[in-house]
């Protein structure tokens, strides 16, 4: 069964530094997503993609913050200065076109990020 | 702020019961719901989507939806150990399904 899968699964770096988080969606999947999850607390959304531009973003997508589809297959989500607060699981999700299965996300299994 | 609320629990269930776990949220535009379980330390897990008022069932699980109420409900059948999780309710903000937020998880304990 085709599924999203994420690298690294554990990323640590240290405050100051960028991280770039990656995941390769399933394959006929159109629709992009990132979450975070801080540890003990509830998925945040993150950011939404389609069609090479974002869709939606949240308040806690803010300059530091961007994403991108460098190829066919992978779907990057890049911190450029990372803060001790980001330190959190990160999920991407993708979904299919509408109508094939309405709007379920299928998620990957998540990096770990830690910033020292 | 749009929220989604859910009875944090723990909600513990004997081993073949029915549990029953609840969800409200607040944007009255929102037309698409889902159930996520998430194991801890892994990632959510679709269980179910529910688009219409009712219920719609696969398998153990039945999903209840009522948009005037603004309400959502899961029941799962014959409880399983396995099943002992935290159970999400998230909810796509509008229709275009690009936003999606989640509440923060009911936990779920059946007892063998």
């Known amino acids: 069964e085709p599924e999203v899968t994420q690298t690294p699964s554990h990323q640590v770096t240290q405050m100051g530094q960028e991280v770039i988080l990656r995941c390769v969606p399933i394959s006929n999947h159109l629709y992009f997503y990132w979450y975070r999850q801080i540890l003990g607390q509830k998925v945040e959304f993150l950011v939404s993609?389609?069609?090479?531009?974002?869709?939606?973003k949240s308040e806690i997508f803010d300059d530091q913050f961007s994403v991108e589809r460098p190829d066919g297959s992978n779907f990057t989500l890049k911190i450029r200065s990372t803060k001790l607060e980001d330190s959190a699981m990160y999920f991407c999700?993708?979904?299919?076109?509408?109508?094939?299965?309405?709007?379920?996300?299928?998620f990957g299994p998540g990096t770990r990020l830690t910033v020292t | 702020q749009k929220e989604v609320e859910q009875n944090s629990g723990p909600l513990s269930v004997p081993e073949g019961a029915i549990a029953s776990l609840n969800c409200t949220y607040s944007?009255?535009?929102?037309?698409?719901f889902f159930w996520y379980r998430q194991y801890s330390g892994k990632s959510p897990e679709l269980i179910m989507s529910?688009?219409?008022?009712g219920d719609k069932e696969d398998g153990r699980f039945t999903a209840q939806l009522n948009k005037a109420s603004q309400y959502v409900s899961l029941l799962i059948r014959d409880s399983q150990p396995s099943d002992s999780a935290t159970y999400l309710c998230?909810?796509?903000?509008?229709?275009?399904?690009?936003?999606?937020?989640f509440g923060a998880g009911t936990r779920l304990f059946v007892k063998a």
């Open positions: 999700a993708s979904r299919q076109p509408l109508g094939t299965s309405g709007y379920e996300q299928y």
């Open positions: 529910i688009y219409s008022n």
């Open positions: 944007d009255r535009g929102s037309q698409s």
């Open positions: 998230a909810v796509n903000l509008g229709t275009g399904g690009f936003k999606t937020i």
């Open positions: 993609f389609y069609n090479n531009e974002i869709s939606e």
